[in-house]
């Protein structure tokens, strides 16, 4: 299970690794951690209310192991020792608040295990609610950095509620681009890859853009895992989504539920992040963080909190 600022998802498979289920909830946890570096009664009831749901699925594969990773927002927060607790109760397993460079690393691993075959460095990018990993491989080394470019904390911290103007981009994009240089700064190779990588985005901004690309109402993994977008069809939605209120935006095909206010600072996160790697197109991976935590668990390795 993964806990996540945004959202809480959940991966079950079998010893070999095959998927078994997959869920995702919107939990939106880190709401207001940003301000105040705690989670919320509210955020933490409605986490616990899909842990325990989400335990009763798991425990249906008997026997099982069963394993919380928590980010961003839970790494923030002041109260973190009472979400531990809450979440081993409520899902019966092992619980860890893992690190931005594990939660990168297993990003990585997750995005590229079953990745087409291509000459570009692969460079994962993992959009979530409050922050925004970014990971390669490197001279047989795996980099990972964690930066605060969540689509959550974009959104409270430089767009607000309502209608997206030119004085809140323009306020948007200054710190995407502050937080770029300063993941750059931590990660060398990332200068000397610019323009030669092949982009992998995860997570929710990316799947619900592949959605609305493709009008698909209702989430098909087939038609957003493994799909090429451009940098023209994120600039395209960006525009269109922009001057709508968040209640305008939940009424367009394809948008998921959950992601109507906070889908914009996402797609400005993507639009940074492509730019500074000077490509033109990415492809969308389904496969994340929880098939890469699913396969250090299987092959005997462990989270661990940081």
Not at 28 to 37: I, Q, T, W, Y
Not at 39 to 65: H, K, N, W, Y
Request: charged share 25%; glycine share 8%.
């Amino acid at each position: 299970m993964d806990c996540g600022s945004n959202s809480t998802r959940l991966l079950v498979s079998s010893p070999e690794g095959a998927t078994l289920h997959r869920e995702m909830r919107i939990t939106r946890l880190s709401e207001g951690v940003d301000a105040s570096r705690r989670l919320t009664e509210a955020a933490l009831a409605r986490t616990r209310q899909v842990l325990e749901e989400f335990g009763v699925i798991a425990r249906r594969s008997d026997p099982c192991d069963i394993v919380v990773v928590a980010t961003s927002a839970v790494r923030d927060a002041q109260n973190r020792q009472e979400f531990v607790e809450m979440a081993r109760a409520a899902s019966g397993g092992e619980v860890a608040v893992i690190s931005g460079h594990d939660e990168a690393r297993y990003s990585y691993l997750g995005a590229t295990a079953h990745l087409p075959v291509d000459e570009r460095a692969p460079v994962v990018l993992d959009i979530g609610g409050g922050s925004s990993e970014i990971a390669l491989q490197w001279d047989s080394r795996l980099w990972g950095t964690s930066t605060s470019l969540g689509c959550v904390r974009v959104s409270e911290r430089c767009l607000g509620t309502g209608v997206i103007g030119a004085v809140e981009t323009l306020r948007a994009r200054d710190f995407i681009d502050e937080e770029l240089a300063r993941a750059a700064s931590e990660l060398p190779p990332l200068t000397d890859l610019a323009g030669r990588v092949r982009l992998v985005g995860l997570a929710g901004t990316v799947a619900t853009l592949a959605q609305l690309v493709s009008s698909v109402v209702e989430y098909d993994r087939a038609a957003v895992h493994h799909r090429v977008l451009t940098r023209d069809q994120v600039r395209v939605w960006r525009d269109r989504l922009s001057p709508l209120t968040p209640s305008q935006r939940a009424t367009i095909p394809g948008m998921v539920p959950g992601r109507e206010d906070v889908i914009v600072a996402g797609l400005l996160v993507l639009e940074g992040v492509m730019d500074f790697f000077g490509v033109s197109d990415l492809i969308t991976s389904e496969d994340d963080i929880l098939d890469g935590v699913s396969a250090d668990v299987r092959s005997g390795r462990r989270p661990v909190t940081m």
